[in-house]
């Protein structure tokens, strides 16, 4: 059984093997209980139960107290394209537009102000560039994803 | 006498309250928009009446909607909550002239303490110590800002920029550096503006390494106004309570019988019936300063309820019939720490998440209590406030309620959305929390550049390992809603998305 | 010195005992029966231990298996819980002899006071009033139905067949009649011996109209010996305890100190050591008898517990860590009440139900805490006590307790197994529960052809619409498990086979 | 919309009528919410949620505090004959047989003495009768629904 899962690190492949019950991945042992839960033994000796769900293609899984999101990627499915857009984190509404296509702009600077939740949010720049491209205006509502602004990287 | 209450809120407050009127034989309403209908508030009330309208200016916040709305149900008493409308006198006015009972104070005892400018301005005629600062009355715009500038160099840097209707922190900005000022003044006051509909916000010298004391007042028609001891609060982050206990660790006899003493004349100032909360802040030195008073329930009163042993919502519901509250002699028992579960990503800022509740497990056993408005497949939604529920455990020793609030957020699952249940879990290993010694400055000082969590990497390869099973036996938790999750909005997953955006 | 506890029990007071093992800092080891691989203590359990064998008396009450377990998993002391092997002398003393601290009394306490008619002989020594009865010493099958014919002359009628080893109402038989003495005794020696390993019984007075009182002993190696006040425990089906509530409504400061003082003193009479229970009947008269003493903890521990604020488990590990008692002077505050959730059809005698349990949702809110050993997914199985969970409730006062439960138990949800929960929720109502006016023989007389719930007609006219919507709507709620609930031995709803087939 | 359910009081049928999102049986409405739940509105004016899960054929209902046991009938299976047969209420071991073959018996009369979860249960007899068949003897193991006695009714 392979699979593959998207982390903060980077993807991850996952391949496992099956005697009777039992999973095995490396030293790595797991059984499947009740209800979304499972039984995992690390090869270091920690054992714990884990819960799991899924929500689209996202494995929510809680173990050791920690909880982890990790997103199956299909087999065969091509990766997106990871650079550039800067996406809303959350439905809300833009309040205020702070650079312009075309301005140069450090890591941090505030480009954008949203609202949510009776909040206000500063939409950052993450690293140095410059703005390419500002696709909504004050006033304006947003979708969770959208894609606020563009930027191309300054190569340091 | 008072036999049907109109719960005018949302949420685990409502849930608290219909609960609450339910045991004391009381008939409840509740109200809510179209986005709730299926929220745990609107099973638990008796009768359930839709709020016309798509905001929450429209809807929860429409005091002529809400008053029709009670007239209809029959309702003969209404509790706001806190938040929405609990502090605006005009609506407690409007709604004991339409003679219905208001279940908090006089509209007069919510004005002057509700307007912090005039709170303090009170407070201080009455003798009691308040933090150096200033009010800013006007409403205009460049006006405020010129005078918010002049003022600053009066109260000093660090300075803290408030809201005048403000609570919850909203429309709250700590200022550093002189340089900071306007944009921050402005965006508190625009932040005010949004949720209070009033801009205008006030300045105080930032206290550092203080703690956050507050004092639970109860008052009754019948001539007794009591307090019920202190609850630490300081723990916040982006100005909100996150960690709340009773009592506080550090707290005198001394001064405890001083801050009391000063919190009941201050409501005693006020005529306040009800329940009520003064702030304080309490210096490393032991000196305390009014911060403000919150005129309604607040978020944190289990902790006060559990080593009290008084039911706070119960206690308003009486002395809003006109009866004289039901506690005698009061006596603090044990230690009761609560944590607020957000919808939130701790290792972003605490940015406010949404998504599915697929799993939501809360803890057992002894010594816990939870108060919520959700349950396993509800959708957490942008519209409201993020807070998903309180924990709050009691425990004989503030040691052994640590101990027990560490088990219970073991315990704790919460799959679907991101929460900040393991920041919560991680707080109580902090030494300033093991010791007692938090002030309001904690969560910036620990972790100035943002919280991560300690995370062993075996943890990550066990939670790889436990996906892969589940993809492999096919374990698609499913919840029984013929609506699809992932239908509306696609499937959400703040955390890493966030996580790599905005770093 | 204890650092890592062995808890040789399972269900809701293993989840219990591991999670104040948890909170205390104490490693802890469960072992479990194949049967119990999924159940909740395993997963809370830091290690888990797989007993072999297929039969209760295989797995949980074969003392050379968990004493190996015990040695090879490092344990430094083994905490029994209730039933099991938590009054036999015998393992107390062969644990104590492997050097591991036995969590309770010295297995000379447990003798002297398990044995029921060796304590009766004890406490009468000691003075304490007991039931008018007699023990009858032999094991022989005819010598003892022979000796039982004759003592019940003696004692008279209405008379009480009890198990010398008994607890938990196994082995206990009412008898009303001489013509149905010897039945009663044959079934009641048989089910003894089934339960206990010790076919012996002895007679006692039936008192009517009693209450059953029992007072909560701590004891220390420090010399501090105390009570924790009483309990109320009339309310029992089938001589077991359904509904039970602290302080007693109708006891006075009077009988509490003189009832305190003689279990006090039935403690120290046997050097007793840890927590354990001294059984009364109060009769309406003020009198009192002892009943039996139970030395270990008890189901009903969580309503001292709340209305003391002491942690009696936690306070068992510190005893048995040689530790003083933490408590100090204790003061009764407010009233609770304990509510046993069984798997049983309550319109058919009490007969315990197996199933799934497709929905668990407990209720929430002030005042209430949940003591379980399942989970929604979970199946309830023929091979153990059908006890689901304890819904314990407190409030400030009695009548607000009894709010409180009514209010709980309306919340509570199970579905996919039969449940005691309505007839449990309508105990709430009856007279003689809202009176505090309760005694022993209540439910037999309040339903002497057995109890059915009062049910509206249009409620069943709800429920059949619901299952039309759910059934078109396609509401199949799935658990995620990948082993069908109805794979192994078909859908079963004992609810109605029961109700047609035996009425 | 058309299902028929099996309940103490015997079979009943339920016709159901859908508008938008609303469903209704004579003047009773009702409405599907989240996870499992409804909003049930009676023509009495009582209203309130209802719970449910499907086990096997059996909808689980928990409605204003009570919990209902509805087995659905599947349209056009006929209809299992009820008389007769005494079976076991649960999964046990049977500890003593009190009758025999041709035996006459009263109703309420013991008939049998099983133990499960440590406990007597015994079976008795609904009605006055005699016994015409015993399929288990003392010592025998017995599952949940296995006939264990079959009696004949007598005609009072």
Redesign the interface.
């Known amino acids: 059984?392979h699979?593959q899962?998207?982390?903060?690190e980077g993807p991850?492949e996952?391949t496992?093997a099956?005697q009777g019950e039992v999973?095995h991945?490396g030293e790595?042992q797991?059984s499947?209980?009740?209800?979304?839960?499972?039984m995992?033994q690390?090869?270091?000796g920690?054992?714990?139960?884990?819960?799991?769900?899924?929500?689209?293609?996202?494995?929510?899984?809680?173990?050791?107290?920690?909880?982890?999101?990790?997103?199956?990627i299909e087999p065969g499915a091509s990766q997106s394209e990871?650079g550039g857009g800067?996406?809303a984190?959350?439905?809300?509404k833009v309040?205020d537009v702070l650079v312009e296509v075309g301005q140069l702009v450090e890591a941090g600077q505030t480009l954008m102000?949203l609202?949510?939740?009776?909040?206000?949010?500063r939409?950052?720049a993450?690293t140095s560039g410059q703005v390419t491209g500002i696709h909504f205006s004050a006033g304006e509502q947003v979708?969770?994803?959208s894609v606020l602004l563009e930027m191309a990287e300054s190569e340091d | 006498m008072v036999s049907t209450v109109l719960v005018a809120n949302r949420g685990e407050i409502a849930c608290r309250i219909l609960r609450a009127c339910k045991e004391a034989g009381l008939t409840s309403v509740a109200i809510y928009a179209a986005n709730d209908a299926k929220s745990l508030f609107v099973e638990l009330a008796d009768h359930a009446v839709l709020l016309e309208g798509d905001t929450?200016t429209d809807t929860y916040l429409n005091q002529s909607q809400i008053l029709k709305i009670a007239a209809t149900s029959g309702a003969d008493a209404l509790h706001p909550g806190f938040g929405f409308l609990s502090e605006r006198a005009d609506f407690a006015r409007a709604v004991s002239e339409a003679g219905i009972q208001w279940i908090g104070p006089s509209p007069n005892a919510i004005e002057r303490m509700g307007d912090k400018m005039s709170a303090r301005i009170t407070m201080r005629n009455a003798g009691v110590p308040v933090i150096p600062g200033e009010e800013i009355e006007t409403e205009d715009e460049e006006e405020a800002l010129i005078a918010i500038e002049q003022a600053s160099t009066r109260v000093g840097y660090p300075l803290l920029l408030k809201a005048s209707s403000g609570g919850g922190g909203?429309g709250m900005r700590a200022v550093d550096r002189p340089e900071d000022l306007l944009e921050a003044a402005r965006?508190a006051r625009?932040?005010a503006l949004?949720?209070f509909g009033d801009g205008r916000v006030y300045l105080e010298r930032l206290l550092t390494g203080s703690k956050h004391v507050e004092i639970q007042i109860l008052a009754d028609r019948h001539g007794r106004t009591i307090h019920l001891g202190e609850r630490e609060c300081s723990v916040q982050r982006?100005h909100q309570k996150v960690f709340e206990e009773a009592p506080c660790p550090t707290m005198t006899e001394e001064i405890r019988s001083a801050m009391g003493k000063a919190a009941v004349a201050a409501a005693m100032a006020v005529n306040y019936e009800g329940a009520g909360t003064v702030e304080f802040l309490l210096a490393p030195t032991g000196e305390f300063f009014f911060l403000e008073m919150n005129t309604r329930i607040q978020v944190e009163h289990p902790v006060t309820e559990m080593i009290t042993g008084v039911d706070i919502v119960r206690e308003q519901l009486r002395i809003a019939a006109g009866e004289p509250m039901s506690c005698g002699e009061l006596h603090l028992r044990g230690h009761a720490i609560e944590v607020r579960l957000y919808a939130e990503d701790a290792t972003?800022n605490f940015?406010?998440?949404?998504?599915?509740l697929?799993?939501f497990?809360p803890p057992e056993g002894p010594g816990i209590r939870l108060d919520t408005g959700v349950r396993q497949g509800d959708e957490v939604t942008?519209?409201?406030?993020?807070m998903l529920a309180k924990l709050i455990v009691w425990a004989p020793s503030r040691v052994e309620a640590l101990q027990r609030m560490r088990r219970s957020?073991?315990e704790f699952?919460?799959?679907?959305t991101?929460?900040n249940?393991?920041f919560l879990?991680e707080l109580c290993d902090v030494p300033d929390v093991v010791e007692g010694t938090t002030d309001t400055t904690m969560i910036d000082r620990l972790w100035p550049d943002g919280w991560a969590?300690s995370?062993p990497d075996?943890?990550?390869?066990?939670?790889?390992?436990?996906?892969?099973?589940?993809?492999?036996?096919g374990?698609?938790?499913q919840t029984t809603s013929t609506t699809d999750?992932?239908g509306d909005?696609?499937?959400?997953?703040?955390?890493?998305?966030?996580?790599?955006?905005?770093?």
């Open positions: 059984m699979h899962f998207r982390t903060a991850v996952v496992l099956k999973w991945l790595h797991a499947v209980g009740r209800d979304g839960r499972l995992i690390l090869a270091n920690t054992s714990g139960h884990a819960t799991v769900a899924k929500v689209g293609d996202v494995w929510w899984v809680h173990f050791e107290g920690h909880t982890f999101c990790l997103e199956r990871d800067l996406t984190p959350m439905p809300g309040l102000v609202e949510a939740m009776k909040m206000e949010h939409i950052l993450s979708q969770q994803g | 929450i909203k965006s625009r932040e949004a949720s982006r972003n940015l406010p998440a949404i998504g599915p697929a799993v497990q942008p519209n409201y406030d993020p957020l073991d699952v919460v799959l679907g991101v929460t249940l393991r879990r969590p995370l075996e943890f990550e390869d066990g939670a790889l390992m436990a996906a892969a099973v589940a993809e492999s036996a374990l698609h938790r999750a992932t909005s696609g499937p959400v997953s703040p955390f890493m998305t966030l996580n790599r955006r905005y770093p």
